[in-house]
């Protein structure tokens, strides 16, 4: 869910980051697994699926839902966020957003 337009590009360009795990920050369940993703203005989105290969989002969740980054090795970056903050998509794009391999 788009909160604001990016103060940079207007539409937020969102750099792939590599592996991600979206957990519940109340109980720690995972509630899924996917990648991250990073704007020059700051903004991260984590999602499921694989949006700047053209591939659908799924599941995702925008910074407004990122409680906090709390774990990063080989490559997966894990985060507390807020469940009710989590939403789907079927498409490869949201707006506001852009989804980029580099
Ligand atoms: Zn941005």
Redesign the pocket.
Known sequence: MAIGA????GT??MISQGFANADNYQNKARIFSGGWYK?????RVVASGYPHFGGAIGSYVTEGGIYKLYASYSNVTSFWVYPNLVYYSSSSTIPGYQFLSQ
Do not use: N, Q, S, V
């Open positions: 990016c103060p940079i590009y937020h360009r704007c020059a203005c700051g903004e």
